[in-house]
């Protein structure tokens, strides 16, 4: 059976990223390309490139981003290669405009460290909006997905360690200052990005010993929708038995099963526990 095509999911997918990449854009025109510093992007390897090449920045990003375009594809899926195609379009485009329209347009700060700082506070906005809709902007997103899905390493230390090479780019053509601050700049930025992304998508292994196991085990898998797990545990002083219930839930499912417990039971015994990752086999049947 032919899948039906959603134009207004669709529609809404393309605005939510038009909107991100122009946050983006923003963000390197008005504050990156003033302070000169090369923080953890493509853009600001073109920065440093401008320097060299008699290109503008919009040109510089675009060919850039199309080489690592086609790795992000080939290895990343189809999915993320259609979304960043259209992202690392219209980064260039919009960097064009904001080319046209504020021709030569100087610091709004200035300050070279406000700079770097707005930068990196307006772009991981932006860049937190793409990952989390699974896309990049391109450029050394697109080698920060790679290194996340195959090294499995947090987006925000990803990006920090692609980014590293980008800033030190920076002692090419400018001062020490300059070159500490895009450092910097790009360590920070990946902090951000993971308390962006990262401790957004944390989820959490709940386990609980109740004496109302029935209500709470109905709760976490008619209201919850998720699954659970029960073990028999032995008490260390008594040796009495008891049934524990473990499940993962997300941040709004933690906050409604504590609710529920608290309601429940508030004598239960919980223990709770930080999950950056998880493999399993989702159901295909209902509850």
Same mark, same amino acid.
């Given at each position: 059976m032919?899948k039906?095509?959603n134009?207004?999911?669709i529609?809404k997918e393309?605005?939510?990223l038009?909107?991100?990449v122009a946050i983006?854009a923003?963000a390197v025109?008005?504050?990156?390309?003033?302070?000169?510093?090369?923080?953890?992007s493509?853009?600001g390897l073109?920065?440093?490139l401008?320097?060299?090449?008699?290109l503008p920045?919009?040109?510089?990003?675009?060919?850039?981003?199309v080489?690592?375009l086609?790795?992000?594809?080939v290895t990343?899926?189809?999915?993320?290669g259609? $979304?960043?195609v259209y992202? #690392?379009?219209?980064?260039?485009? +919009?960097? !064009?405009?904001?080319?046209?329209? @504020?021709?030569?347009f100087?610091?709004?700060?200035?300050?070279?460290?406000l700079?770097v700082?707005?930068?990196?506070?307006?772009?991981?906005v932006?860049?937190?909006?793409?990952?989390?809709?699974n896309?990049?902007?391109?450029?050394?997103?697109?080698v920060?997905?790679i290194?996340?899905?195959?090294?499995h390493?947090?987006?925000?230390?990803?990006?920090?360690?692609?980014?590293?090479?980008?800033?030190?780019?920076?002692?090419?053509?400018y001062?020490? $200052?300059t070159?500490?601050? #895009?450092?910097?700049g790009?360590? +920070?930025? !990946?902090?951000?990005?993971?308390? @962006?992304?990262?401790?957004n998508?944390?989820?959490?292994?709940?386990c609980i010993?109740?004496?109302?196991?029935?209500?709470?085990?109905?709760?976490?898998?008619?209201?919850?929708?998720?699954?659970?797990?029960?073990?028999?545990?032995t008490?260390?002083y008594h040796?009495?038995k008891?049934?524990?219930?473990?499940?993962i839930?997300?941040?709004?499912?933690?906050?409604?099963?504590m609710?529920?417990i608290?309601?429940?039971?508030?004598k239960?015994?919980?223990?709770?526990?930080?999950? #950056?990752?998880?493999?399993?086999q989702?159901?295909?049947?209902a509850?």
């Amino acid at each position: 059976m032919k899948k039906k095509i959603n134009y207004a999911e669709i529609m809404k997918e393309t605005g939510i990223l038009t909107v991100a990449v122009a946050i983006i854009a923003a963000a390197v025109y008005f504050f990156l390309v003033p302070s000169h510093a090369s923080v953890s992007s493509i853009s600001g390897l073109g920065i440093v490139l401008a320097n060299f090449i008699p290109l503008p920045l919009s040109a510089i990003t675009m060919i850039l981003n199309v080489v690592l375009l086609l790795i992000g594809f080939v290895t990343c899926g189809r999915e993320f290669g259609v $979304k960043t195609v259209y992202t #690392s379009v219209m980064l260039p485009i +919009f960097l !064009g405009l904001f080319e046209i329209l @504020f021709p030569n347009f100087g610091s709004l700060t200035d300050s070279q460290e406000l700079d770097v700082l707005c930068y990196i506070l307006v772009v991981s906005v932006g860049l937190s909006i793409l990952f989390n809709r699974n896309a990049s902007s391109g450029g050394l997103d697109i080698v920060a997905k790679i290194m996340n899905k195959y090294l499995h390493m947090e987006l925000g230390k990803a990006m920090s360690l692609s980014g590293m090479c980008v800033a030190l780019s920076a002692a090419l053509v400018y001062d020490k $200052k300059t070159v500490v601050l #895009s450092i910097l700049g790009t360590y +920070f930025n !990946g902090i951000i990005l993971d308390h @962006f992304i990262f401790d957004n998508n944390i989820k959490r292994r709940v386990c609980i010993i109740t004496k109302k196991e029935e209500e709470l085990r109905q709760f976490i898998t008619r209201d919850l929708h998720s699954g659970a797990t029960i073990y028999e545990a032995t008490g260390a002083y008594h040796f009495e038995k008891h049934n524990e219930i473990i499940t993962i839930v997300d941040k709004s499912e933690y906050q409604k099963l504590m609710k529920f417990i608290n309601e429940l039971d508030p004598k239960a015994f919980i223990t709770v526990y930080n999950v #950056s990752s998880m493999k399993y086999q989702p159901k295909t049947g209902a509850f």
